[in-house]
């Protein structure tokens, strides 16, 4: 990695703004390779460089990628001045780095959502070419019938072009699972409404091969750790 600023190092990671860099180095609370920063301006290597602040090394994650598990009343936005965001949900300390949702849930909808400030990742897992699976459990306010499951297995005309072909899995009278590879706009709900069906209750469990833990709460966020982030990126 190039040499940057110290304050444009420190401040990346979200926690700490360039001015709380700049009263850090005036009190000598960071060091680079055992020397005091004597200046924010200190250009260091992340790669090669060893940093402390206060004693202790300044780990420096180039990228961020946090599974959230969405509950309703969050729109997918990185802003919006009349309702609640997904990044509200994100830890304080990861707030100041420019994380952004890859794909989007609707407001009612909830499960699986990954945050990140990786455009190559989001764009490898968003787009159609790259098949990167996403599985749902949906209710229905009908009961489910194999002509949906045929129908959807052939590909459901909408006004916007016939779908890719998604697997339906019957669960329950009006439950079932169903695995799209591809994300077009209310596609479930289009999609079942094309049968005279309403989605009741759409949840999202899987993206690629990674599946939300039981153990992620609603409204959670948490980092991926290299297996997971090798899962999510699994193709269909």
Same mark, same amino acid.
């Given at each position: 990695?190039?040499?940057?600023?110290?304050?444009?190092?420190?401040?990346?990671?979200?926690?700490?703004?360039?001015?709380?860099?700049?009263?850090?180095?005036?009190?000598? /609370?960071?060091?680079?390779?055992?020397?005091? &920063?004597?200046?924010?301006?200190?250009?260091?290597?992340?790669?090669?460089?060893?940093?402390?602040?206060?004693?202790?090394?300044?780990?420096?994650?180039?990228?961020?990628?946090?599974?959230?598990?969405?509950?309703?009343?969050? &729109?997918?936005?990185?802003?919006?001045?009349?309702?609640?965001? &997904?990044?509200?949900?994100?830890?304080?300390?990861?707030?100041?780095?420019?994380?952004?949702?890859?794909?989007?849930?609707?407001?009612?909808?909830?499960?699986?959502?990954?945050?990140?400030?990786?455009?190559?990742?989001?764009?490898?897992?968003?787009?159609?070419?790259?098949?990167?699976?996403? +599985?749902?459990?949906?209710?229905?306010?009908?009961?489910?019938?194999?002509?949906?499951?045929?129908?959807?297995?052939?590909?459901?005309?909408?006004?916007?072009? &016939?779908?890719?072909?998604?697997?339906?899995? +019957?669960?329950?009278?009006?439950?079932?699972?169903?695995?799209?590879?591809?994300? /077009?706009?209310?596609?479930?709900?289009?999609?079942?409404?094309?049968?005279?069906?309403?989605?009741?209750?759409?949840? /999202?469990?899987?993206?690629?091969?990674?599946?939300?833990?039981?153990?992620?709460?609603?409204?959670?966020?948490?980092?991926?750790?290299?297996?997971?982030?090798?899962?999510?990126?699994?193709?269909?």
């Amino acid at each position: 990695m190039a040499m940057e600023r110290i304050d444009k190092i420190i401040a990346s990671q979200g926690l700490y703004s360039r001015s709380d860099v700049k009263y850090m180095v005036n009190r000598k /609370r960071i060091t680079v390779d055992g020397k005091v &920063v004597t200046s924010a301006s200190q250009k260091a290597d992340v790669d090669r460089n060893e940093i402390l602040l206060d004693g202790k090394p300044f780990v420096v994650k180039k990228q961020i990628y946090l599974m959230l598990h969405k509950p309703m009343g969050y &729109v997918s936005a990185t802003e919006d001045k009349k309702q609640q965001t &997904v990044l509200e949900l994100v830890p304080a300390a990861l707030k100041g780095r420019d994380i952004f949702p890859a794909g989007r849930l609707d407001k009612d909808t909830t499960g699986l959502m990954i945050l990140t400030d990786d455009g190559v990742l989001a764009h490898n897992i968003l787009s159609p070419k790259k098949h990167v699976q996403k +599985i749902y459990r949906v209710e229905l306010d009908i009961p489910v019938t194999e002509e949906m499951q045929k129908g959807f297995a052939e590909g459901v005309a909408l006004n916007d072009g &016939v779908c890719k072909d998604a697997k339906l899995t +019957i669960l329950g009278e009006k439950t079932a699972e169903v695995t799209l590879r591809e994300g /077009r706009y209310h596609q479930i709900k289009r999609m079942f409404g094309c049968y005279g069906a309403k989605v009741v209750r759409l949840h /999202r469990i899987a993206m690629g091969g990674l599946f939300l833990p039981e153990d992620l709460a609603e409204g959670e966020c948490r980092e991926l750790t290299a297996e997971e982030l090798e899962k999510l990126q699994k193709r269909g």
